[in-house]
């Protein structure tokens, strides 16, 4: 992400806070939607703790504003036609992303839903990069996996197919590559995801190897784009952890995670 805009963090939004529809509206306020979560990251100190509200509600509100462009195209092509061009670019692979990945996404009952706190961002950070340097992952493509499978962990639900954990793994596929660790832990399932990984191709094949994680290309392409993005700028990562969990129900999307709940 880029700090469009500098001075004092703004006020944070509402939880709801209405999104303007109108391409010119919808750009400035993308812009300067970005321009403060990324200031209010930086002030975020440490990155060990939960993170401030302030930082909660923007990137709500950036998450509000993303899903709002992915459900309209031609809102979106108008809208990132008036921002600065990196953003642009940025917003482009986010919304390829989150098409690609809704599409996969069958329906499912809230009831069946469990969530929980995800770990601290700078202690996934650290399990990344030890896996990065024992199997040779890069940490930005683990840190795709784990935001694209469980919104960091903070999905709990084994899937449909049975995956489990963080990092979903079929408890077949675990008992092989798991390393003999708990599926339901942070980091023995990112080492298990490097492990995995490692042992399909990557990363000299990395998509290869993605397939192997999930055999759609639509999946490959999504976690490629989210990887370029968190491996670009470091804030992008932080951004994507504070990001909730929508679930997709027969009745429509419902959020499940964050501020304002019951």
Same mark, same amino acid.
């Given at each position: ?60 509100? %950036?998450?509000?504003? *993303? $899903? =709002? ?6 809102? !979106?092509? &108008?809208?990132?036609?008036?921002? +600065? ?12 992303? %989150?098409?690609?990945? *809704? $599409? =996969? ?6 009831? !069946?839903? &469990?969530?929980?706190?995800?770990? +601290? ?142």
């Amino acid at each position: 992400m880029l700090l469009i805009a500098g001075g004092a963090a703004a006020a944070p939004p509402r939880v709801n806070a209405p999104i303007p529809t109108h391409p010119e509206s919808l750009a400035h306020t993308l812009v300067q939607t970005t321009a403060d979560l990324e200031q209010a990251i930086g002030d975020w100190s440490p990155k060990s703790t939960a993170a401030p509200q302030l930082v909660v509600l923007q990137a709500l509100y %950036q998450q509000r504003i *993303y $899903r =709002l462009l992915t459900r309209d195209s031609r809102l !979106a092509t &108008r809208t990132f036609a008036l921002v +600065p061009k990196d953003l642009a670019k940025v917003g482009r692979d986010l919304l390829a992303a %989150q098409r690609e990945l *809704y $599409r =996969l996404t069958p329906p499912i009952g809230v009831q !069946a839903i &469990r969530v929980a706190r995800a770990r +601290p961002a700078t202690e996934l950070l650290s399990y990344y990069r030890e896996a990065q340097h024992r199997f040779k992952i890069p940490w930005n493509v683990l840190a795709a996996v784990n935001f694209v499978e469980t919104k960091f962990g903070k999905l709990r639900s084994a899937s449909a197919a049975g995956a489990q954990g963080p990092m979903q793994f079929m408890p077949a596929t675990w008992r092989r590559y798991g390393l003999g660790g708990d599926v339901q832990d942070a980091h023995d399932a990112i080492l298990g995801a490097a492990n995995y990984l490692r042992a399909s191709g990557a990363p000299l094949d990395l998509r290869n190897a993605l397939h192997h994680y999930n055999p759609s290309i639509a999946y490959v392409d999504a976690i490629v784009r989210y990887a370029r993005r968190i491996g670009a700028d470091r804030t992008m990562f932080y951004a994507l952890y504070n990001w909730q969990v929508f679930v997709k129900t027969p009745r429509g999307d419902r959020r499940v995670t964050g501020p304002g709940l019951p």
